[in-house]
Structures are given as C-alpha cells and as structure tokens.
C-alpha cells in the first residue's frame, strides 16, 4: 500500500511568519497528483493547493506554495505571512492510483499564534 | 456552490444497532469515497464507487458495506454497530474527467456508539 509521512505531528508559528509543513511519499508512478488540504476546527477539509508530477514549477496559491522535488519523493507545503485563521490540521494527500483515489498522512496541527 | 452534503452532523447510537450513513452530491461526479479520520490515524477508506452500483474496498472494510443506486448518493451502512466504529466519518466525492482535481468533501458525520 502506498504510504504518505507527515513526520511533524503538531507546529506552530507566530502570526506573520513562515512555516513549511513537509511530506514524503511512496510511488513507482511517473504521472499523477499532489494535493494539501486543511482541515479547521469546522471540520470542513478544504483543498489548499494542487501539484501536477509532471509540471516542474512548483505549484503557487496567494501565500501558500509548494517545493516539491520529484526524486526526493517530497512535498513540503511553505505558508507565508501566517494569519490566525491559518490554524487547523493540513493533510498532505498523493494520488498516484487510478481513479482519483488519494492517499491521506496522519496530519499536522499547525496553530498559528497571535 | 457545489456541495456534498452528508445527512447528519452528530450521531448517537447503541452497539448492534445498524447505521446508515448518507452522503450525497450535487456535482455530477462519477467517484464517491467514505473515510474515517481517527486522531494520529489520519484519513482511512473504507470503501470507495467509480459508478452507479459499483464498489471497491478501500483499506478498512470490514464491518462496513456500501450502496449506489444513484450516482449523487452513496450510503455508509455499519451492520452491527460497534463501541470501536466511534469516529469521524467523511464523505468525499471527485470526477474522473481529464487531469485530477482532487476531492470535494462533506462536512463530516461524528459517530459515537455506546
């Protein structure tokens, strides 16, 4: 089975900041996907920034941005400018099957301090 | 806004009862997924549908079954309820047009059984 290690369980960061949540992987795949989502206190998982395998640069949303580096099987989330409502769980979540399936690691708290 | 929306958001029910959990969507989305999401666990399938009527085990089936009988809608059912199947449920839904775009989730079904 495929395996996605979010190895920090739990960071935090001073309002303003910049934090990078790292993941690696496992894949035998050329082709496929990568996505973080973040999950608040709501409940509500909610798709943060998307990758395409394929796609050298690094995949870019307002103040969230990706370093993912294909070899290493890494794909690290960095958060600029961190705000208070940044604060949740943030899964890291390859699709490297068919059918869109994704695969979820463990997750990190990351609380963001005023 | 396009929504998958699970029936209930806070379930309380009795060991050996069976539970059905619901989930439907709006988006016209041929793949639907149930996860469970336990703390230091992350997110878990349990099963998975690529089309109406069809059903693939996802890594955790057992003591769960699935239905589709329409494509929007996509049912959890738990045969005989147990103390350790108190979990957050999370239902997600995805097309399998070109490119992979990720899930849309629901808001989640918290399952306590006493």
């Known amino acids: 089975a495929q395996t996605v290690t979010q190895s920090q369980p739990e960071m935090s960061v001073q309002e303003a900041e910049t934090v990078t949540l790292s993941c690696t992987y496992d894949?035998?795949?050329?082709?496929?996907?990568l996505f973080w989502y973040k999950q608040p206190p709501s409940r509500q998982m909610i798709l943060v920034i998307r990758?395409?395998?394929?796609?050298?640069q690094n995949a870019t949303e307002n103040r969230f941005s990706v370093n993912f580096q294909k070899a290493a099987k890494s794909f690290s989330l960095k958060i600029s400018d961190s705000q208070l409502g940044d604060t949740a769980m943030y899964f890291c979540?390859?699709?490297?099957?068919?059918?869109?399936?994704?695969?979820f690691g463990k997750g990190i708290t990351l609380s963001v301090r005023p | 806004d396009v929504k998958v929306t699970q029936s209930s958001r806070y379930l309380v029910k009795r060991t050996g009862e069976k539970v059905f959990l619901e989930c439907v969507q709006d988006m016209d989305h041929e793949n639907m997924f149930w996860y469970r999401q336990d703390p230091g666990l992350g997110l878990r399938l349990i099963y998975f549908?690529?089309?109406?009527?069809?059903?693939e085990k996802g890594d955790i089936p057992e003591g769960y079954s699935v239905s589709r009988e329409k494509k929007e809608r996509f049912s959890l059912i738990l045969e005989s309820a147990s103390t350790n199947q108190t979990s957050m449920y999370l239902c997600?839904?995805?097309?399998?047009?070109?490119?992979?775009?990720?899930?849309?989730f629901g808001s989640g079904t918290r399952l306590t059984v006493v």
């Open positions: 894949t035998s795949e050329s082709n496929y996907y």
């Open positions: 990758q395409e395998a394929y796609k050298q």
């Open positions: 997600a839904s995805s097309s399998s047009g070109q490119g992979n775009y990720g899930y849309t």
């Open positions: 979540a390859p699709n490297t099957g068919a059918n869109s399936k994704l695969t």
């Open positions: 549908s690529y089309d109406v009527k069809m059903k």
